[in-house]
């Protein structure tokens, strides 16, 4: 697990939806994580990567939030929470290997002009001669 600042985290308990009766419409078991990023100390590289793994759950103050509302205790939904930010940093932090552009190999390029030739051959013998 990533060590996340308690700088960086404020949390907001809401009421969780959906059927439940008397006890869930009055509990507020649900968690709303915020996570602001540029209190989080992260490198640079990770914090461009971060922002682009977030996708709609960044806002345009620089913060991510992450709902949980899956289970029916606030602290399991808080651990949840905690869980699902701490993979989303870690997935950050992981940098992409570069890729090494490749050529095709002499034999390939020609087994690749056989088959076109052939496959041009079946066509043209399709066709009615030209008289």
């Known amino acids: ?9 404020s949390w907001t308990y809401l009421r969780a939806g959906g ?7 009055k509990t507020e078991s649900a968690v709303q994580l915020r996570y602001n990023i540029s209190l989080g100390e992260l490198p640079d590289d990770a914090v461009v ?18 709902e949980s509302r899956d289970h029916r205790s606030r602290l399991m939904n808080t651990n949840s929470a905690l869980r699902k930010l701490s993979e989303l940093i870690t997935q950050a932090l992981v940098v992409p290997r570069k890729r090494k552009p490749t050529r095709p190999t002499r034999a390939s390029r020609e087994r690749r002009l056989v088959s076109k030739k052939q496959q041009s051959e079946k066509k043209t013998s399709r066709k009615k001669p030209l008289v």
């Open 1 to 9: 697990m990533v060590d996340i600042p308690e700088a960086a985290l």
């Open 19 to 25: 059927p439940g009766g008397q006890h869930q419409n």
């Open 49 to 66: 990567r971060l922002k682009k793994l977030a996708g709609r759950r960044l806002t345009d103050s620089g913060d991510i939030i992450i």
